[in-house]
């Protein structure tokens, strides 16, 4: 083999590590960007959309930096604090307005509140010790169900109102014993004006 086409041979081997060889500074450029792109995903203070890495950039351009938005002369803010705040909103109801909005979709439905079977346990303990061997029809039961809905519903409309007499917004046991008591001596009152009105 002569020794010139060796030498042709070494030559294009050099050429061809050479082109594929890998410049150290290219490295440590991506892998700085790297590492600062993955510090940043780390840091939860601010967005990451709001933050510019260019991990493509080439190796003879200056190494790529972090860029924020310049604050805006009007606000004083910068576009990254208004996306950090943007971010930490939660949109979140007041416990009243979501008492409110349940109270209306309850009132415009007209099926029965309280679970049957519960209401049905509850009616025949009370009926228990009238007599042991009492049974209830499904009919009766639903007659009960329907009037004690009404009742408790206007019973707890009055301690609602007891509760804002007495300059509160939670509805405590005595205000409940107040209407009940009140309701009682009415009820008394009518039964009074009833006899009344037979003799």
């Given at each position: 083999m002569p020794t010139g086409g060796s030498s042709d041979f070494n030559d294009s081997i050099s050429d061809r590590v050479s082109s594929t060889r890998i410049d150290p500074v290219?490295?440590?450029?991506?892998?700085?960007?790297?590492r600062r792109a993955t510090r940043l995903r780390r840091q939860?203070?601010?967005?990451?959309?709001?933050?510019?890495?260019?991990?493509?950039?080439?190796?003879?351009e200056s190494p790529s930096t972090v860029s924020y938005d310049q604050p805006n002369n009007s606000g004083g803010e910068s576009q990254l604090t208004r996306t950090r705040n943007k971010s930490r909103r939660i949109n979140r109801y007041h416990p009243f307005d979501l008492a409110i909005r349940q109270i209306r979709q309850i009132q415009s439905t007209t099926t029965l509140l309280i679970p049957r079977q519960p209401f049905e346990r509850l009616v025949r303990e009370i009926a228990q010790p009238m007599g042991p061997e009492l049974r209830f029809r499904g009919e009766a039961i639903d007659a009960l169900q329907e009037s004690a809905e009404p009742y408790l519903i206007h019973?707890?409309?009055?301690?609602i109102l007891s509760a804002l007499h007495g300059k509160r917004l939670t509805t405590m046991l005595r205000d409940l014993q107040l209407v009940m008591r009140i309701r009682e001596r009415e009820q008394q009152r009518k039964a009074c004006d009833i006899n009344e009105m037979e003799y």
């Open positions: 290219r490295i440590s450029d991506d892998s700085s960007r790297e939860n203070a601010f967005d990451i959309d709001s933050v510019d890495i260019d991990l493509e950039e080439p190796a003879s019973l707890f409309q009055d301690s």
